[in-house]
């Protein structure tokens, strides 16, 4: 992160700048959007083979038979064993289902109103639960939890991860904590990775609630943007070393990776957790697509050739990741009004703005014609306390619309910190 001290005079000839900037942007008539981060056409088309790699007669596996017919199954076999390593699980311990990961955390969080996971005595119902969420977050994990009924307490992030001091000290002490949201690879928004110490703390802390549950939604997994790929600690196993075998649920998706509303999510846990994922899905569903887990099969056929594939989609992304990144670095760099994160993998880019000024930023650059993502919703509520971060998504937009977007972002950031800082503006 960059954070120099800020020098008026400096800042006021930027102002100036930013202003020309901001008048033209208005006069031009953009309509750009780096709200959400959606895959691009090019990703997209990377998988575009895959629409047609199914022909009469290839619907038969050895281990799972005719798949055009009713089978509950655990995923196919050799499907698992491909994906369980980038997981860093094994493919007794994975389940493969349909084509959404979120579905599967709202599906186990609801289950466990009626139903609670091993250690809990009964459903949740009629109580009060919480779970942690580690902000800035995923809004929709927050969105989950307010649907469900479920109280957020929040946590501040670390260049490590979350803040292990408080999340030990608050499920020490709550049983009605019953979570924990993790995004721990190339974390939404921030791109931290959780350090090994982090890993361990979670896997070994005590906690007041018997059946309490870490949602390790590992969407990023394989989502890489440097040579050097971040190193997470595998959390099923470290919790098993530390004694508590059932403490996480792990999720993921090929959504980023094949296609958004059509490729495959990963539940994975403990043989216990696994049964009672298991047992409650039969009442909800006869099985999933195995048809579209054997076009994943097909398409990929190995581990390999899912690191490959993903290989490309860093080809087309960190050139984009740069452009903003060189942005912020020339336009912001030397006024001391913003700090960023630089990631390693991911989708997105946290900036920080001056705080009191991420929700005048926003509709600095609305009235510019660029659509940021909403002030605040990295935070349970869509309420930062500091009106301080903005999540920025790089992947949908070209790159030549990026670099005009980012132009117009930073002369809202430079415009909403002059208007915060300088006394002539007051």
Not at 302 to 311: F, K, L, P, R, W
Request: with cysteine.
């Amino acid at each position: 992160m960059n954070h120099p001290t800020v020098d008026p005079q400096r800042l006021r000839e930027a102002r100036d700048r930013a202003r020309r900037d901001h008048a033209a942007a208005k006069d031009s008539g953009l309509r750009l959007d780096i709200t959400r981060g959606k895959p691009c056409s090019a990703q997209l088309d990377l998988s575009e083979p895959m629409l047609d790699i199914l022909h009469a007669g290839d619907h038969v596996t050895d281990t799972e038979g005719d798949l055009r017919n009713y089978s509950p199954t655990q995923g196919l076999a050799e499907l698992r064993a491909i994906f369980a390593p980038l997981l860093d699980v094994t493919p007794e311990q994975l389940v493969v289902r349909d084509n959404s990961s979120l579905s599967l955390m709202h599906q186990c969080v609801a289950a466990s109103f009626f139903h609670a996971p091993p250690g809990g005595e009964g459903g949740w119902a009629g109580q009060t639960v919480r779970f942690l969420a580690p902000v800035p977050g995923y809004d929709r994990h927050f969105t989950v939890s307010s649907e469900l009924g479920v109280e957020l307490v929040t946590v501040p992030m670390t260049p490590d991860g979350p803040d292990m001091d408080l999340v030990e000290e608050l499920v020490a002490k709550d049983p009605t904590i019953k979570g924990m949201w993790c995004v721990p690879k190339y974390s939404n928004p921030t791109g931290v990775t959780y350090s090994s110490e982090t890993v361990r703390r979670l896997a070994a802390m005590e906690t007041a609630a018997p059946d309490f549950r870490i949602y390790w939604d590992n969407a990023y997994a394989i989502h890489h943007l440097r040579s050097t790929e971040a190193q997470l600690d595998p959390i099923l196993q470290a919790c098993a070393e530390a004694g508590h075998p059932d403490r996480a649920f792990v999720f993921g998706s090929t959504s980023k990776v094949t296609f958004a509303g059509g490729g495959i999510s990963f539940f994975a846990s403990s043989p216990a957790n696994v049964a009672w994922y298991l047992k409650r899905d039969g009442f909800r569903s006869i099985g999933p697509d195995k048809l579209n887990q054997l076009r994943h099969l097909r398409f990929f056929g190995s581990t390999e050739g899912v690191a490959a594939h993903m290989q490309k989609h860093r080809e087309i992304l960190e050139p984009k990741f740069d452009a903003v990144l060189r942005h912020l670095e020339k336009d912001l760099g030397d006024l001391g009004v913003a700090e960023w994160t630089d990631p390693d993998g991911g989708y997105f880019v946290s900036l920080d703005v001056v705080p009191g000024t991420a929700g005048r930023v926003v509709e600095l650059a609305q009235e510019a014609g660029v659509a940021l993502t909403p002030a605040g919703a990295t935070f349970p509520g869509g309420v930062d306390p500091d009106d301080r971060n903005i999540r920025i998504a790089p992947t949908m937009p070209t790159t030549d619309d990026l670099e005009t977007a980012m132009t117009v972002l930073t002369a809202c950031v430079v415009i909403a910190a002059a208007e915060r800082l300088l006394d002539d503006e007051r």
